[in-house]
C-alpha cells in the first residue's frame, strides 16, 4: 500500500507500507522521495505495473511522475517526470489500454492528455483544453476548476468533474489522433453550487456517483456506454441528519462486492455507507463511521474488501476500519499509522 504524503516537512513523499492480509496491520516498507517533491494523488496502471503521481512542484512546472513497481518488494523505480500541463494537478487516471494519462489541473482550470511509453514512462502531452465558466458560489465558484478527469469503463470518453462551473465536461478520446473532442451533448450539468468532485464507475459500467463538494451530496447517474452520456437518478445527502457544522465531500469508492458506496466527509470527518439498489441504482444512508481523524481527503478499501483505511489529512494519521461484507458497516481496529499530511493512498501489490 501506498500513502501520499503531502507535508512541507521531510517526510513528504511516497511511504510505502505492507499490510497483513488478516489484521489489516500496517508494516513501513520504505519512503520513496526520488523524483517527487509533494505529491496530490497516486494512481497504479491497470495491471499494477507502474505508479503515477500527481505532484506539486515548489517554484516550477507542476508535474506527473512515473514509477515501476517491484511487486516482490515493494520497491519504486522512478522513471521519468514531465508537466502537467497545468497548475495544480490533483488527480491522473490511466486508459484501459495503458496507453494515455488524463490529468486535472485544478488552479487554472486545464484538463490534459498525456501520451505513455510501453515502459511506463510518460511522454509528450498530446492535447491540454482549457475549460470556461464559472457557478454561483462566490468563492469556489469564480472560474472552473476540475478536480477529477477520467477514461470511461471502455476508454472511449473522459470525464471531468469540474468543481467550479458544476458540470460533468464529457469528451469523446480518439485514440488514432489522440485527441479530446466535445461529446454532444458537452457536459452534464449538476445543481447550483454543489461543486462536482470525485466520480466511480460500477462494475457493469453503466451506473456512475459523484461527491459534490460544496454541498455534501452524492449524485447517482445512469450512463450510456454508447453514447457517453449521464442521466440523473437522485440526489442524496451525505451528512448526518442535523448536522450544522460546514463540510466538505472529498472521495468515493465502491466496495468489490459492489453492494456497497462509501464517500469521506470533510469537517464532520466521517466515512458515510450507503447501500446500492442494482436495480435502480439508489442510493440508502447505512450509517455513518466517525475517522478518528480530521479532514479526510483520501481512503481506500483493500481489493478483497475486508479493510478500509482513511488517510486524515490535518491530523496526521492513517487509520485502520474492518468492513462487514453483509451490512457494508465498519468498525475501527484499533490501528493507527502517524504520518504527516497524509492525501491519497493507493494499494499496489507485494508479494515477497
Same mark, same amino acid.
Given at each position: 500500500?501506498?500513502?501520499?504524503?503531502?507535508?512541507?516537512?521531510?517526510?513528504?513523499?511516497?511511504?510505502?507500507?505492507?499490510?497483513?492480509?488478516?489484521?489489516?496491520?500496517?508494516?513501513?516498507?520504505?519512503?520513496?522521495?526520488?523524483?517527487?517533491?509533494?505529491?496530490?494523488?497516486?494512481?497504479?496502471?491497470?495491471?499494477?505495473?507502474?505508479?503515477?503521481?500527481?505532484?506539486?512542484?515548489?517554484?516550477?512546472?507542476?508535474?506527473?511522475?512515473?514509477?515501476?513497481?517491484?511487486?516482490?518488494?515493494?520497491?519504486?523505480?522512478?522513471?521519468?517526470?514531465?508537466?502537467?500541463?497545468?497548475?495544480?494537478?490533483?488527480?491522473?487516471?490511466?486508459?484501459?489500454?495503458?496507453?494515455?494519462?488524463?490529468?486535472?489541473?485544478?488552479?487554472?482550470?486545464?484538463?490534459?492528455?498525456?501520451?505513455?511509453?510501453?515502459?511506463?514512462?510518460?511522454?509528450?502531452?498530446?492535447?491540454?483544453?482549457?475549460?470556461?465558466?464559472?457557478?454561483?458560489?462566490?468563492?469556489?465558484?469564480?472560474?472552473?476548476?476540475?478536480?477529477?478527469?477520467?477514461?470511461?469503463?471502455?476508454?472511449?470518453?473522459?470525464?471531468?468533474?469540474?468543481?467550479?462551473?458544476?458540470?460533468?465536461?464529457?469528451?469523446?478520446?480518439?485514440?488514432?489522433?489522440?485527441?479530446?473532442?466535445?461529446?454532444?451533448?458537452?457536459?452534464?450539468?449538476?445543481?447550483?453550487?454543489?461543486?462536482?468532485?470525485?466520480?466511480?464507475?460500477?462494475?457493469?459500467?453503466?451506473?456512475?456517483?459523484?461527491?459534490?463538494?460544496?454541498?455534501?451530496?452524492?449524485?447517482?447517474?445512469?450512463?450510456?456506454?454508447?453514447?457517453?452520456?449521464?442521466?440523473?437518478?437522485?440526489?442524496?445527502?451525505?451528512?448526518?441528519?442535523?448536522?450544522?457544522?460546514?463540510?466538505?465531500?472529498?472521495?468515493?469508492?465502491?466496495?468489490?462486492?459492489?453492494? =456497497? %458506496? &462509501?464517500?469521506? !466527509?470533510?469537517?464532520?470527518? +466521517?466515512?458515510?455507507?450507503?447501500? /446500492?439498489? $442494482?436495480?435502480? *441504482? @439508489? #442510493?440508502?444512508?447505512?450509517?455513518?463511521?466517525?475517522?478518528?481523524?480530521?479532514?479526510?481527503?483520501?481512503?481506500?478499501?483493500?481489493?478483497?474488501?475486508? =479493510? %478500509? &483505511?482513511?488517510? !486524515?489529512?490535518?491530523?496526521? +494519521?492513517?487509520?485502520?476500519?474492518? /468492513?462487514? $461484507?453483509?451490512? *457494508? @458497516? #465498519?468498525?475501527?481496529?484499533?490501528?493507527?499509522?502517524?504520518?504527516?499530511?497524509?492525501?491519497?493512498?493507493?494499494?499496489?501489490?507485494?508479494?515477497?
Amino acid at each position: 500500500m501506498i500513502v501520499a504524503s503531502f507535508s512541507p516537512t521531510d517526510q513528504a513523499g511516497l511511504h510505502v507500507y505492507q499490510m497483513d492480509a488478516q489484521t489489516g496491520q500496517l508494516t513501513h516498507v520504505r519512503h520513496v522521495t526520488e523524483g517527487i517533491h509533494r505529491p496530490l494523488y497516486t494512481t497504479t496502471n491497470p495491471t499494477q505495473q507502474y505508479l503515477y503521481v500527481a505532484d506539486l512542484v515548489p517554484k516550477q512546472n507542476d508535474a506527473i511522475a512515473a514509477y515501476a513497481i517491484n511487486a516482490k518488494t515493494g520497491d519504486l523505480q522512478f522513471l521519468n517526470s514531465k508537466p502537467s500541463g497545468g497548475k495544480v494537478p490533483c488527480y491522473v487516471n490511466i486508459s484501459p489500454d495503458h496507453h494515455a494519462a488524463l490529468v486535472a489541473n485544478y488552479s487554472n482550470g486545464t484538463v490534459s492528455l498525456l501520451n505513455l511509453e510501453s515502459d511506463g514512462k510518460i511522454g509528450q502531452t498530446l492535447v491540454t483544453q482549457e475549460h470556461q465558466g464559472h457557478s454561483v458560489h462566490p468563492k469556489r465558484q469564480k472560474t472552473s476548476h476540475p478536480h477529477s478527469f477520467q477514461f470511461s469503463p471502455d476508454g472511449r470518453f473522459a470525464l471531468a468533474a469540474d468543481l467550479g462551473t458544476d458540470r460533468i465536461v464529457i469528451y469523446r478520446v480518439n485514440a488514432k489522433n489522440n485527441t479530446l473532442q466535445p461529446n454532444d451533448p458537452p457536459y452534464f450539468t449538476t445543481p447550483p453550487g454543489s461543486g462536482p468532485r470525485h466520480l466511480v464507475f460500477d462494475s457493469t459500467g453503466t451506473q456512475a456517483f459523484a461527491t459534490t463538494e460544496l454541498d455534501n451530496t452524492i449524485l447517482s447517474m445512469r450512463y450510456d456506454p454508447q453514447a457517453g452520456t449521464l442521466k440523473l437518478i437522485e440526489v442524496i445527502s451525505m451528512l448526518p441528519q442535523g448536522t450544522t457544522a460546514d463540510s466538505y465531500a472529498a472521495d468515493l469508492h465502491i466496495h468489490p462486492n459492489g453492494k =456497497f %458506496l &462509501y464517500a469521506s !466527509n470533510r469537517g464532520t470527518d +466521517n466515512i458515510v455507507i450507503m447501500s /446500492i439498489d $442494482p436495480a435502480s *441504482g @439508489k #442510493l440508502e444512508v447505512v450509517g455513518h463511521e466517525p475517522t478518528q481523524g480530521s479532514f479526510p481527503r483520501g481512503f481506500a478499501i483493500e481489493p478483497t474488501g475486508r =479493510f %478500509l &483505511y482513511v488517510a !486524515n489529512e490535518r491530523s496526521d +494519521n492513517v487509520v485502520v476500519f474492518k /468492513i462487514d $461484507p453483509q451490512t *457494508g @458497516k #465498519l468498525s475501527p481496529t484499533g490501528q493507527t499509522v502517524e504520518l504527516d499530511a497524509p492525501m491519497c493512498i493507493t494499494f499496489i501489490p507485494i508479494k515477497p
